[in-house]
Protein backbone atom coordinates (compact mmCIF):
# COMPACT_ATOMS: atom_id res chain seq x y z
CA UNK A 1 0.00 0.00 0.00
CA UNK A 2 2.84 2.25 -0.17
CA UNK A 3 2.56 4.78 -3.42
CA UNK A 4 -1.43 4.87 -2.56
CA UNK A 5 -0.34 5.42 1.20
CA UNK A 6 1.47 8.83 0.29
CA UNK A 7 -1.08 9.63 -2.42
CA UNK A 8 -3.40 9.86 0.12
CA UNK A 9 -1.59 11.14 2.77
CA UNK A 10 -1.93 14.28 0.19
CA UNK A 11 -5.36 14.43 -0.61
CA UNK A 12 -7.13 12.33 2.35
CA UNK A 13 -7.68 15.50 4.32
CA UNK A 14 -9.28 17.52 1.26
CA UNK A 15 -11.57 14.41 0.72
CA UNK A 16 -12.39 14.03 3.94
CA UNK A 17 -13.47 17.40 3.79
CA UNK A 18 -16.06 17.63 1.72
CA UNK A 19 -18.05 14.40 2.60
CA UNK A 20 -20.17 15.97 5.17
CA UNK A 21 -20.36 15.42 9.07
CA UNK A 22 -19.46 12.37 10.48
CA UNK A 23 -21.58 10.14 13.12
CA UNK A 24 -19.13 8.51 15.97
CA UNK A 25 -20.30 5.03 16.08
CA UNK A 26 -18.44 4.84 19.41
CA UNK A 27 -20.12 7.86 20.92
CA UNK A 28 -23.62 6.20 19.54
CA UNK A 29 -22.97 3.12 21.75
CA UNK A 30 -21.99 5.03 25.09
CA UNK A 31 -25.00 6.93 24.81
CA UNK A 32 -27.19 4.30 24.30
CA UNK A 33 -30.38 4.00 26.86
CA UNK A 34 -31.07 0.15 26.59
CA UNK A 35 -28.56 -2.76 24.58
CA UNK A 36 -26.87 -1.07 21.87
CA UNK A 37 -27.59 -2.81 19.35
CA UNK A 38 -25.90 -1.58 15.62
CA UNK A 39 -28.79 -3.35 13.58
CA UNK A 40 -27.27 -4.78 9.93
CA UNK A 41 -29.04 -4.37 6.84
CA UNK A 42 -27.87 -7.64 4.72
CA UNK A 43 -30.36 -9.34 2.14
CA UNK A 44 -28.19 -12.92 2.04
CA UNK A 45 -24.74 -14.55 3.13
CA UNK A 46 -23.44 -17.49 2.50
CA UNK A 47 -24.31 -19.56 5.96
CA UNK A 48 -27.97 -18.10 5.56
CA UNK A 49 -28.70 -18.13 2.33
CA UNK A 50 -31.03 -15.54 1.48
CA UNK A 51 -32.31 -13.90 4.12
CA UNK A 52 -34.96 -11.58 2.99
CA UNK A 53 -36.25 -10.36 -0.58
CA UNK A 54 -34.56 -7.38 -1.72
CA UNK A 55 -36.28 -3.81 -0.45
CA UNK A 56 -35.90 -0.29 0.38
CA UNK A 57 -33.29 -0.38 2.48
CA UNK A 58 -33.85 2.82 3.48
CA UNK A 59 -37.71 1.76 4.94
CA UNK A 60 -35.55 -1.08 6.54
CA UNK A 61 -33.26 1.36 8.27
CA UNK A 62 -35.87 3.88 9.58
CA UNK A 63 -37.65 0.58 11.24
CA UNK A 64 -34.66 -0.36 13.09
CA UNK A 65 -33.86 2.90 14.50
CA UNK A 66 -37.66 3.31 15.07
CA UNK A 67 -37.12 -0.28 17.01
CA UNK A 68 -33.52 1.44 18.92
CA UNK A 69 -31.07 0.55 16.82
CA UNK A 70 -27.82 3.49 17.91
CA UNK A 71 -26.16 2.33 14.72
CA UNK A 72 -27.01 0.89 10.78
CA UNK A 73 -24.12 -1.74 9.15
CA UNK A 74 -24.61 -1.94 5.63
CA UNK A 75 -23.15 -5.04 3.60
CA UNK A 76 -21.47 -3.58 0.87
CA UNK A 77 -20.39 -6.59 -0.33
CA UNK A 78 -22.08 -7.52 -3.77
CA UNK A 79 -21.16 -10.96 -4.52
CA UNK A 80 -22.08 -13.22 -1.23
CA UNK A 81 -24.06 -10.60 0.28
CA UNK A 82 -26.10 -8.89 -2.80
CA UNK A 83 -25.08 -5.90 -0.87
CA UNK A 84 -24.83 -2.41 -2.43
CA UNK A 85 -22.92 0.76 -1.06
CA UNK A 86 -24.86 3.08 -3.25
CA UNK A 87 -27.84 1.88 -0.36
CA UNK A 88 -25.54 3.97 2.71
CA UNK A 89 -25.71 7.20 0.71
CA UNK A 90 -29.28 7.04 0.92
CA UNK A 91 -29.20 5.98 4.63
CA UNK A 92 -26.91 8.44 5.32
CA UNK A 93 -29.38 11.29 3.86
CA UNK A 94 -32.17 9.82 6.00
CA UNK A 95 -31.07 8.85 9.29
CA UNK A 96 -29.31 10.14 12.12
CA UNK A 97 -27.27 7.08 13.40
CA UNK A 98 -24.08 6.52 12.51
CA UNK A 99 -23.88 3.91 9.52
CA UNK A 100 -21.20 1.27 8.98
CA UNK A 101 -19.50 0.10 6.12
CA UNK A 102 -19.19 -3.78 6.23
CA UNK A 103 -17.94 -6.03 3.68
CA UNK A 104 -14.09 -7.67 3.17
CA UNK A 105 -11.59 -4.96 2.57
CA UNK A 106 -8.62 -5.43 1.27
CA UNK A 107 -7.43 -2.36 -0.56
CA UNK A 108 -6.97 1.06 -0.15
CA UNK A 109 -9.80 1.76 -2.71
CA UNK A 110 -12.21 -0.12 -0.57
CA UNK A 111 -12.05 2.73 1.87
CA UNK A 112 -12.01 5.44 -0.45
CA UNK A 113 -15.52 3.84 -1.91
CA UNK A 114 -16.98 3.90 2.06
CA UNK A 115 -16.05 7.37 2.21
CA UNK A 116 -17.23 8.61 -0.76
CA UNK A 117 -20.37 6.49 -0.06
CA UNK A 118 -20.69 8.52 3.59
CA UNK A 119 -19.94 5.91 5.79
CA UNK A 120 -19.24 6.45 9.51
CA UNK A 121 -17.72 3.96 10.02
CA UNK A 122 -15.54 0.78 8.30
CA UNK A 123 -15.17 -2.87 9.63
CA UNK A 124 -11.54 -3.98 8.92
CA UNK A 125 -11.04 -7.72 9.64
CA UNK A 126 -7.75 -8.35 11.50
CA UNK A 127 -7.05 -11.72 9.77
CA UNK A 128 -7.86 -10.67 6.59
CA UNK A 129 -5.22 -7.36 6.73
CA UNK A 130 -2.37 -8.85 9.16
CA UNK A 131 0.24 -6.20 9.56
CA UNK A 132 -1.35 -4.37 7.43
CA UNK A 133 -4.12 -3.64 9.49
CA UNK A 134 -2.17 -0.44 11.22
CA UNK A 135 -1.96 1.11 8.03
CA UNK A 136 -6.03 0.55 6.81
CA UNK A 137 -6.80 1.96 10.55
CA UNK A 138 -4.41 5.15 9.77
CA UNK A 139 -6.41 5.44 6.14
CA UNK A 140 -10.01 4.66 7.25
CA UNK A 141 -9.15 7.68 9.94
CA UNK A 142 -7.84 9.97 7.56
CA UNK A 143 -10.81 10.43 5.84
CA UNK A 144 -12.63 11.05 9.04
CA UNK A 145 -14.37 7.91 9.91
CA UNK A 146 -13.85 5.12 12.66
CA UNK A 147 -12.27 1.32 12.18
CA UNK A 148 -14.42 -0.99 13.96
CA UNK A 149 -11.76 -3.89 14.01
CA UNK A 150 -12.80 -7.08 13.57
CA UNK A 151 -11.16 -10.19 15.97
CA UNK A 152 -11.58 -13.91 15.70
CA UNK A 153 -8.39 -14.99 18.08
CA UNK A 154 -5.98 -13.65 20.87
CA UNK A 155 -3.47 -12.84 17.89
CA UNK A 156 -6.05 -10.87 15.97
CA UNK A 157 -6.76 -8.88 19.11
CA UNK A 158 -3.22 -8.16 19.34
CA UNK A 159 -2.94 -6.76 15.92
CA UNK A 160 -6.27 -4.36 16.77
CA UNK A 161 -4.15 -3.34 19.85
CA UNK A 162 -0.79 -2.36 18.10
CA UNK A 163 -2.89 -0.88 15.54
CA UNK A 164 -4.75 1.71 18.18
CA UNK A 165 -7.92 0.00 18.21
CA UNK A 166 -10.94 1.76 19.69
CA UNK A 167 -13.44 -0.61 18.51
CA UNK A 168 -13.02 -3.85 18.43
CA UNK A 169 -15.87 -6.36 16.61
CA UNK A 170 -15.49 -10.02 18.44
CA UNK A 171 -16.88 -12.36 15.80
CA UNK A 172 -18.34 -15.47 16.94
CA UNK A 173 -18.52 -17.03 13.44
CA UNK A 174 -15.63 -19.04 11.91
CA UNK A 175 -15.21 -17.40 8.65
CA UNK A 176 -13.65 -21.22 7.62
CA UNK A 177 -15.89 -23.51 8.94
CA UNK A 178 -18.98 -20.93 9.02
CA UNK A 179 -20.43 -22.48 12.38
CA UNK A 180 -21.07 -19.67 15.19
CA UNK A 181 -20.10 -19.94 18.74
CA UNK A 182 -20.94 -17.25 21.47
CA UNK A 183 -18.15 -18.89 23.72
CA UNK A 184 -15.63 -16.98 20.87
CA UNK A 185 -16.83 -13.38 23.12
CA UNK A 186 -16.45 -14.80 26.14
CA UNK A 187 -13.11 -16.58 25.41
CA UNK A 188 -11.81 -13.13 24.24
CA UNK A 189 -13.66 -9.99 25.84
CA UNK A 190 -10.48 -10.38 28.47
CA UNK A 191 -8.03 -9.46 26.04
CA UNK A 192 -9.76 -6.26 25.69
CA UNK A 193 -8.81 -3.37 27.77
CA UNK A 194 -11.88 -1.20 29.22
CA UNK A 195 -11.20 1.84 27.35
CA UNK A 196 -11.78 -0.36 23.86
CA UNK A 197 -15.21 -0.53 22.72
CA UNK A 198 -16.06 -4.26 22.32
CA UNK A 199 -18.74 -5.48 20.06
CA UNK A 200 -19.79 -9.19 19.66
CA UNK A 201 -21.00 -10.40 16.08
CA UNK A 202 -22.81 -12.71 14.76
CA UNK A 203 -25.06 -15.49 16.06
CA UNK A 204 -27.20 -13.33 18.17
CA UNK A 205 -30.53 -14.65 17.97
CA UNK A 206 -32.83 -13.75 21.07
CA UNK A 207 -32.81 -11.85 24.03
CA UNK A 208 -30.83 -14.82 25.71
CA UNK A 209 -27.80 -14.32 23.80
CA UNK A 210 -27.58 -10.62 24.13
CA UNK A 211 -27.59 -11.08 27.75
CA UNK A 212 -24.82 -13.50 27.87
CA UNK A 213 -22.37 -11.84 25.29
CA UNK A 214 -23.19 -8.84 27.09
CA UNK A 215 -22.24 -10.43 30.66
CA UNK A 216 -19.16 -11.46 29.25
CA UNK A 217 -18.18 -8.21 28.84
CA UNK A 218 -19.46 -6.87 25.15
CA UNK A 219 -20.62 -3.44 25.33
CA UNK A 220 -22.94 -3.46 22.29
CA UNK A 221 -24.05 -6.12 19.89
CA UNK A 222 -24.06 -6.17 15.92
CA UNK A 223 -27.08 -8.11 15.02
CA UNK A 224 -27.94 -9.39 11.27
CA UNK A 225 -29.94 -11.98 10.54
CA UNK A 226 -32.31 -12.32 12.97
CA UNK A 227 -33.29 -9.14 12.52
CA UNK A 228 -33.62 -9.37 8.73
CA UNK A 229 -35.98 -12.33 9.15
CA UNK A 230 -38.08 -11.30 11.50
CA UNK A 231 -41.80 -10.12 10.02
CA UNK A 232 -41.34 -6.88 12.17
CA UNK A 233 -38.35 -5.40 12.24
CA UNK A 234 -38.32 -2.99 14.51
CA UNK A 235 -40.16 -5.33 17.30
CA UNK A 236 -37.46 -7.34 17.15
CA UNK A 237 -34.96 -4.66 17.41
CA UNK A 238 -36.74 -3.32 20.69
CA UNK A 239 -37.07 -6.90 21.67
CA UNK A 240 -33.00 -7.10 21.56
CA UNK A 241 -32.64 -3.41 22.99
CA UNK A 242 -34.84 -4.31 25.65
CA UNK A 243 -32.87 -7.32 26.72
CA UNK A 244 -31.26 -6.44 29.58
Do not use: C
Not at 73 to 101: H, Q
Not at 119 to 134: H, M, P, T, Y
Not at 202 to 220: F, H, K, N, P, Q
Amino acid sequence: MGFLERIAGEIAGEIAGKLGKRRSLVSAIEKAKGVPVIAEIKWSSPSAGRIREPSDPVEIGRAMVRGGAVAISVLAERRFFMGDPRAIADLKRELDVPILYKGFIVHPLQVFEAAAAGSDAVLLIARLLGERLGRFVWLVEEMGMESLIEVFSPEDVRLALEAGAKLIGVNNRDLETLEVDLSRTEMLAGLVPDDAVLVSESGILTREDVRRVMMAGADAVLVGTSIMRAENVEEKVRELVGAL
